[in-house]
């Protein structure tokens, strides 16, 4: 299993001379999932060669530069030939369902599912689920984490010697969690596995002032994707419009004990000096990175 996260724009509200507006693809295993679709994702796709091949839509809040791209890539899809169902998830879908039929995307060669979601609310997946949560912008917005299932424990080999089970098919059916018949008996994997582990953990907030509740949700995640529109000299600023600082997004980093934090949503103000968003974060949380368009992050394993 592999899990890779592309960021396709890193830009706020408006896209700039590097980069465009939000949209993130995370890569499990071949099961792709998109984070917004602000305008040109279409574009950025192409270039960075991550195919439309994708499970689910899962959209923060409905300002236009994280959704409005979904209309020229639908377009792109049914042009390809997609036939394959699609479901696109949301806060307000009834507004996003009309803006599909006034334009005229309820006719599309696939099927195009659009989902309402609310806080609490998740969609599972194969090994995995995404869960929404409520956030604080200054329309109705979401944020979502990525969680995947619990992972089977470490395979003991000395427990499997003291049971006599030789080398081989039966080693990895046991891994797989399938019990096996050895000597007369039966072998279960609890015999032989160790405590269950916790899967990968990706949370991203989109637009949002900080929230109480994302330190529950990001606890312990493998990668915090967290606003980070301004520095704090633009505090008050950012509380207006319902942002958050880079000192806000490490301080939730730093007490939830997550992994990895990246900024994003970066204002066009800090085009030509990103670094100021990362000094000041690096003062509370030193394992942080400020997003660049098609910057890559695999996550390991422990």
Known sequence: MFLKVTFLGTS???????????????????????????????RQMMKAKTGFNLEAIFITHLHTDHFIGIFGLLETMSLNGREKP??????????????????????????VRVVGLKDGD?????????????????????????IEDERRGKFNVEKARELG??????????????????GGRII????????????????????????????EIAK?????????????????WAKETKHSTAR????????????KLVL????????KEPEKLLEEAKQIFENVVVAEDFMEIELERD
């Open 188 to 215: 279960t994997p609890d015999m032989v596995l160790g405590e269950k582990r916790p899967g990968w953990k990706v949370v991203y907030t989109g637009d949002t002032a900080p929230v109480e509740k994302l330190l």
């Open 12 to 42: 706020g509200t408006v896209p700039s001379v590097d980069r465009n507006t939000s949209s993130i693809l995370l890569n499990y295993s071949g099961c792709k999932i998109l984070f917004d679709c602000g305008e040109g994702t279409q």
């Open 86 to 111: 699609l479901s696109i998830y949301s806060p307000n879908s009834k507004f996003l369902r009309k803006l599909f039929r006034e334009f005229g995307y309820h006719n599309l060669e696939f099927p």
């Open 165 to 182: 089970i030789p080398p081989g098919p039966l080693y990895s059916k046991l891994v797989r969690g399938e019990a096996v018949e050895f």
């Open 264 to 271: 994003t949503h970066i204002s066009a103000r800090y085009s």
């Open 248 to 259: 806000d997004a490490a301080v939730i980093a730093k007490k939830a004990n997550v992994k």
């Open 122 to 146: 998740f969609v599972r997946f194969e090994n995995f689920k995404v869960l929404a949560f409520k956030t604080d912008h200054i329309v109705e917005s979401l944020g979502y984490a990525f």
């Open 220 to 236: 312990n995640a493998d990668l915090l994707i967290h606003d980070a529109a301004f520095t704090s000299d633009l505090n008050d």
